[in-house]
């Protein structure tokens, strides 16, 4: 079993749809990570979250340490936002992150 | 926009050659990360650097090494390439900012296919 798990895997929508994207962890962390792949390969950093909640743009992520889980939403959804959507996190005392498998979306107009 | 960069972004090759994957980030950080990634996969670590003079293995790294000369500059080599190196890696940094906030910065990827 992962240490990290992500649903769905696959996800598909039409534009304008509200969408979240759900990571639950089985270890303790100091941070968890949503980060964006696009088809090629090039992944962006969206969030670091340790607590609470972060908004940037369309683009909200929340986290519930107790209950080890974070979800990524994103309101008016648009085809550009198509992409996986990876959550990663970092257990206690170590640089390294895990890595979800990743949350494929496609959003058709 | 990140300036990571990584060369060369395609690379087939025979069984048993030598290759060296470069990959080089203007931001200053320290902390550089290689990782593997099989379509549709999870990210793997396959070493990690604190800074200049620092190497650390990750998941899967008893097939490669890595050097840190220089600050900028963190290579992947592959002593012998088999089929089963075929994948894509990917190489990271990332910048702790004085509010905890740490942001990730990757590298466009190197794709590898070994015949």
């Known amino acids: 079993k992962n240490e990290v798990e992500q649903s769905p895997q696959n996800l598909t929508a039409q534009e304008g749809e509200f969408i979240t994207i759900n990571c639950s962890y089985s270890v303790g962390i100091s941070a968890l990570h949503w980060l964006q792949q696009h088809p090629g390969g090039g992944i962006v950093s969206l969030f670091m979250?340790?607590?609470g909640k972060k908004k940037h743009g369309r683009l909200i992520a929340t986290i519930n340490i107790q209950e080890k889980h974070s979800s990524l939403h994103i309101t008016a959804s648009h085809p550009r936002d198509s992409a996986v959507y990876i959550c990663?996190?970092?257990?206690?005392?170590?640089?390294?992150?895990?890595f979800g498998t990743g949350t494929r979306l496609q959003v058709f107009p | 926009e990140a300036d990571i960069y990584q060369t060369p972004r395609y690379l087939v090759i025979g069984t048993g050659k030598k290759i060296t994957l470069e990959c080089s980030q203007t931001m200053g950080h320290d902390k550089m990360y290689w990782y593997q990634q099989d379509p549709g996969m999870e990210l793997h670590l396959i070493h990690y650097?604190?800074?200049?003079?620092?190497?650390e293995k990750g998941d899967l790294s008893s097939e490669s090494t890595v050097s840190r000369i220089r600050t900028e500059h963190f290579p992947l080599t592959l002593e012998s390439a088999r089929p089963s190196h075929t994948s894509q890696y990917l190489c990271a940094s990332s910048e702790y900012l004085t509010s905890g906030t740490e942001t990730q910065y990757f590298g466009p990827g190197t794709r590898l296919l070994v015949l």
């Open positions: 990663a996190v970092r257990a206690y005392n170590t640089d390294k992150l895990i």
């Open positions: 979250l340790s607590s």
């Open positions: 650097s604190y800074g200049v003079n620092s190497t």
